[in-house]
Each structure stands twice: as structure tokens, then as C-alpha cells.
């Protein structure tokens, strides 16, 4: 697997759309017309069903490859499976021996998984020839896991197969446009990761501590290798757009206005906990810390500003990857990791312009049976819970009825520093180490953009039954630790945002309310999502989202917003809008087969049991488990 880990994978982050919508007041939409031409086909499918029937004739055939959960296995098919699981065990403990500070955050007791020694503290910032070795080292590792018998492996190792080798083929074509990738956007760089790592490194004994002097003292170093990577792209043309520059240099000017760094305080309070070091050697620590934020972490953002002004200007097209040579390939081999569908673009596309439609139809719907409507949005909304603990507390207790029982509910919540909140997200999950799921820590942004968003979905979103809940579920199975290092963003932000709508339903909100205000966050997610295929993949320009949003939104003023948010984030908003259709296709696939039989919290005990992976792999899984019922 990859040397290179990025850093992007220990968090889980809640997004925002711009856009408000009401269906109610859409004069492009015929809603005669719509409403007919749905009945016609709501009609016909319930007439096919009556004829077809649900017998077991009529459903989709498991592949005969896979292997049941309970199949016997000869002494030799069991051997092949030790070997695999060796195999495994190797690409593991390789891949994390790269970097100390990815391993802190993946392990707590790294020895036990026998990793004792780390070839850098930070990890490889590789381009040029150096990215060559990587992508040579996908590929050596794709053609070893092909040496293996598919047919010997258990149920879960095969899972474990099929996921390796679609990650690693995607893998390998992403290696070839590599150069796409930006070191610094906006909304998720390196600006943001960094202090955020230096805030939340897990002392657990007195190693750590000075473990942790070490990464600090080279976070000079780190953020320089990334920043002669992105001089290196910009000045073959791939760059950032000015206006995104601008805004990375803006957020480092708030982290270095403050009178010390957000994280010295947070570690040094970390410090003060810890029972295994005296009293001295904690002030000698403290001291340490500050004097290394001053001489390395400044620094390191001084030269970061400093440097962004001198790449203006060298982004070589004004427009999105499709503007660019090789630019929709790499597009094309993105949103397919994004979004874990196999899914053509031209394919998504289409469905992201039905379910847009879908959901026009269902706003419009609502409006024309409750005239107050519009009235009922305008008022404060009145939610069951409204503090942070007692909204986690409370959909704790909501969950239980239509999902399994969550495998901890231990988490701690924490608020953005002032000055990170212009870089940071409207909340984030920090994902446990492997071995100590007990460690959830969710943060959310008191930032006053983000003062008017409803607290309980997104306490849904980023904990139960959202990001917390799936992973530390997922990893109370225990799977292979492999599993954990891939990262698969369409099945958890698809999960998540499925999670954050299903929780409006325990709002406390009017019932009508409570559908409006979900419909409206996919639709904004949708908007968000095709302007991106329509800039990334179409070649739009910012006059032709301003042309799209027209038809769509009140004040399509915000075309250069979501233009620029498309060039420097390609794909981010597909792996939630996306990824949750893909979820809700699979459940809307189970429920038109098994019928009455149907079982909303089994399927969901089904979904996240198979763990993140691509969405064709969880459905061949689906396939069989529907057989099982």
C-alpha cells in the first residue's frame, strides 16, 4: 500500500450547503405535469409488482464465488487463509512504519501489531520521480494480493479482498495524476489538519511526551516538504486559484494572530493529566512546547503565507479538471473513491438530475397540503433537546428501536479554538485508534457562520447514530486493522448524512417541518454536487452555474462561490449527496424485494457490518444476506 498517508483519513467532517430552497415558490417547476407523470409510473411499478409477485424466482442470484458465512473449509483452503491474513498483516504493519504520527493516531500500543521502529515522523511528501516508487509499490502489492485463491477465503476475509483490490486498482490510476491533489485547500489542507493533530496527540505514557517534542520540533520540516509540493505543481500549472490562496492566507493570519497556538494550551492541559510524570518534568515539558511553537509551528506558518503569495497567478486554466489534460480521467478516478459507487459520471450525473427532480416533487407536495408551511420555517425551531449532551443522550435512546445498540457511547466533546474556526468545518468526529475505540472526541464550531445550524442533526451526523457510532460499531466486530486504513468516505459521509435525515424524525419537530428542513439539506447537497460534475466534469464555466442556479435558486449570486468551491474541492460534496443515494438505493432495493419481510433495523445491522467499502461490493453482500431471509 501507499507510503504516503494522508492525514485527511483520522477525521469525519460535517459540511454545510449555501443554498435555502423552497419548493413552494418554484415557478419552473409544472407541478401538474410532475405530479401526473409520477402517479403514471408510481402505477405501473405497483402493477409490474402485482403480476411479478416477490417469489424467490424473482430475486437477484448471490455470486457462487463468495463464500457463506458458515461454509467448512478443507485443511488446505485454511492455510491459503493464514497466509492471506500474514499478507494483510504485512501491508499493515509496512504501511503505518512510515509515519509515527499516523500510527499514534491509528494505535494506541503500536508493539502489539509488532510496529516498533518509523522511518519518519511525518510521513513521505512524495512528487516526481519519488511518486514513481509509490505507484510501483501499489502495484507490487495489488499483483501479490492476485496471487491468492478468491475461493479458499472466509466471508470476511473476501470482503477484505474484494475492498483491497478495487482500493488499490483506484489507487494505482489516481498514482497517474497525482499532481490534481493540493496540499492546502480551503476547507480540508494541511493548514487545518496540523494544529488539530499537535491538539489531539493521545499521551499514554511518558514516551509519548517526548515523542510528541519530536513531532513538534519537525512540523517545520513537514509543512515545508508540502509546501515545495505545491510550489512544485503550481508552477507546472496545477496550482491553487488565487482567490483560494487568499483564503489559506487568511486562515493562517488567524492562527498566527492569536497570542499563542491553540494547541499548547490543549496539550499542555493533556500533560497536567497525566499521573506518570512529576510535577517538574511537567513544567520542564510545558516549557518545551511553548518554546518549540515559537521556533517551529510560527515559523512554519509565516513561510506557508508567505510562500502562497508568490504561487498567484500560475494555475495555468481558469476552470475546473475538465479544462485540464488528463483532468476528467483524474476526475473520473476520484469521484470513484469518493463516492465508492462504480457508477459512471455520465450515470451520476443522470441520477443526481432525477433525484434533484424527486425532490422538487416532494417539497412541492408538502406545500400544497400544509399552506403554513412556509409560515411553520419561518418561526425558531422548537427541537426535543437542544444541549449538546443531552441531544447525544437523547438520540442514544432514539436509535435503539431501528438500529443495533451502539457498540460504546463513551465520547468527549470539545469547540473549535477561535483561532481555527475560519479553517474549521461547522463540526468534525476524530476517529479512534484501532485498538482504543473508546477515545471518540467530536468537535463542533461555535464560529458565528455557522451560529444558525440545528444542533441535533448535526450531533446526529457527527455521533449517534452518525460517524461515532458506525466506526466504533464496525470496529467492536473486529476486523482486520488493514480494513481501518482505507478510507472510504462515501460509505461514511453517505451513512452519515442518511443518519442525519432519519433523525429529523425524532426532532420533535411539526412532522411537516421536520421533512422540509431534511429535503432542503439534500437539495442543497445536490446543488452543490452537480455544479461540481458541471464544472470538474462538463467544463462549465462560472456563467453557466450562474445560468444552472438560475432555475434553481433565488439569488444565484453564489455561481463564484460554488465555482471556486468546485475547482480547489473536486468531489467533496459527492461523497455525502452521493453516497447517501447510493445507501438509500440499496435500501430501497432490499425493502421492493423482501416486502413484508423487510426488516429496517436488520438492514441497517447488515450495512454496517460489512464496513466501509465500495457500494457494488456491499450490494453483492446484500444479495446474499436478502437470500438468508
Not at 96 to 119: A, R
Not at 250 to 279: G, M, R, W, Y
Not at 308 to 318: F, Y
Request: net charge negative; aromatic share 12%.
Amino acid at each position: 500500500m501507499k507510503k504516503k498517508i494522508y492525514l485527511t483519513k483520522l477525521l469525519a467532517l460535517s459540511l454545510s450547503a449555501v443554498l435555502a430552497f423552497s419548493a413552494c415558490h418554484n415557478s419552473r417547476f409544472d407541478r401538474d405535469e410532475k405530479t401526473t407523470s409520477s402517479k403514471t409510473e408510481q402505477t405501473t411499478a405497483k402493477e409490474e409488482k402485482e403480476t411479478t409477485g416477490n417469489s424467490d424466482s424473482n430475486r437477484p442470484k448471490p455470486n457462487s464465488e463468495l463464500n457463506a458465512k458458515d461454509k467448512t473449509f478443507t485443511d488446505e483452503e485454511k492455510a491459503i487463509q493464514i497466509a492471506f491474513d500474514e499478507y494483510l498483516d504485512k501491508e499493515y504493519r509496512e504501511t503505518l512504519s512510515y509515519s509515527l504520527v499516523s500510527t499514534h493516531f491509528e494505535l494506541m500500543n503500536p508493539e502489539d501489531f509488532g510496529i516498533t521502529e518509523f522511518e519518519s515522523i511525518w510521513g513521505d511528501v512524495t512528487f516526481g520521480d519519488e511518486a514513481d516508487e509509490e505507484q510501483q509499490a501499489n502495484e507490487e502489492a495489488l499483483e501479490e494480493l492476485k496471487s491468492y485463491d478468491y475461493t479458499a477465503l472466509t466471508y470476511e476475509q473476501q470482503i477484505t479482498y474484494d475492498t483491497l483490490l478495487a482500493y488499490l486498482e483506484n489507487s494505482v490510476a489516481l498514482d497517474e495524476y497525482y499532481y490534481f491533489s493540493a496540499a492546502f485547500s480551503p476547507s480540508s489542507g494541511a493548514q487545518f489538519e496540523l494544529p488539530l493533530i499537535l491538539s489531539e496527540y493521545a499521551l499514554y505514557d511518558e514516551q509519548d511526551i517526548k515523542d510528541y517534542l519530536t513531532v513538534l520540533e519537525s512540523c517545520d520540516e513537514y509543512m515545508n516538504d508540502l509546501i515545495e509540493y505545491e510550489k512544485w505543481r503550481s508552477e507546472k500549472g496545477y496550482g491553487l486559484t488565487d482567490q483560494a490562496i487568499d483564503d489559506v492566507i487568511e486562515q493562517c493570519n488567524d492562527i498566527l494572530a492569536a497570542s499563542e497556538p491553540a494547541f499548547v494550551a490543549a496539550i499542555c492541559e493533556s500533560i497536567d493529566k497525566c499521573d506518570f510524570v512529576t510535577t517538574e518534568a511537567k513544567a520542564s515539558y510545558k516549557a518545551t512546547i511553548k518554546q518549540l511553537a515559537t521556533d517551529n509551528f510560527i515559523p512554519a506558518y509565516q513561510n506557508l503565507s508567505t510562500t502562497l503569495k508568490t504561487l498567484k497567478g500560475l494555475r495555468a486554466e481558469d476552470g475546473g479538471l475538465a479544462s485540464y489534460e488528463n483532468g476528467k480521467e483524474y476526475y473520473e478516478a476520484l469521484i470513484r473513491q469518493y463516492v465508492g459507487s462504480d457508477k459512471t459520471i455520465d450515470d451520476i450525473i443522470d441520477e443526481v438530475d432525477s433525484s434533484m427532480y424527486s425532490n422538487i416533487l416532494k417539497q412541492s407536495l408538502i406545500c400544497a397540503k400544509d399552506k403554513n408551511i412556509e409560515t411553520k420555517l419561518s418561526e425558531p425551531l422548537e427541537y426535543a433537546k437542544t444541549e449538546p449532551n443531552e441531544i447525544l443522550s437523547y438520540l442514544t435512546d432514539m436509535l435503539k428501536t431501528n438500529f443495533p445498540a451502539p457498540a460504546t457511547t463513551n465520547y468527549e466533546l470539545k469547540y473549535v479554538a477561535k483561532s481555527m474556526e475560519s479553517s474549521s468545518n461547522p463540526a468534525f468526529y476524530l476517529l479512534p485508534p484501532y485498538d482504543n475505540s473508546s477515545r471518540n472526541i467530536i468537535y463542533v464550531n461555535p464560529s458565528e457562520e455557522y451560529k444558525d445550524m440545528d444542533l441535533m442533526p448535526l450531533l446526529a451526523h457527527e455521533g449517534l447514530p452518525g460517524h461515532m457510532y458506525q466506526n466504533t460499531y464496525f470496529l467492536s466486530l473486529n476486523p482486520h486493522p488493514a480494513r481501518t486504513l482505507l478510507s472510504f468516505n462515501g460509505y461514511s459521509e453517505g451513512w452519515a448524512k442518511y443518519v442525519e435525515h432519519y433523525s429529523y424524525e425524532w426532532s420533535g419537530l411539526d412532522k411537516n417541518v421536520a421533512d422540509m428542513l431534511a429535503l432542503n439539506d439534500q437539495f442543497g447537497f445536490s446543488i452543490h454536487s452537480r455544479v461540481d460534475l458541471g464544472v470538474n466534469y462538463e467544463g462549465w464555466d462560472v456563467e453557466e452555474v450562474e445560468d444552472f442556479l438560475s432555475d434553481y435558486v433565488a439569488d444565484p449570486s453564489i455561481a463564484e462561490e460554488l465555482y471556486e468551491l468546485s475547482i480547489n474541492d473536486p468531489g467533496i460534496y459527492l461523497q455525502y449527496y452521493v453516497g447517501e443515494q447510493e445507501l438509500l438505493e440499496l435500501y430501497e432495493e432490499a425493502e421492493d424485494i423482501l416486502d413484508d419481510d423487510f426488516n429496517e433495523k436488520d438492514f441497517h445491522e447488515f450495512f454496517l457490518s460489512v464496513g466501509p467499502t465500495y457500494y457494488e461490493i456491499i450490494r453483492e453482500r446484500m444479495i446474499m444476506w436478502i437470500d438468508e431471509q
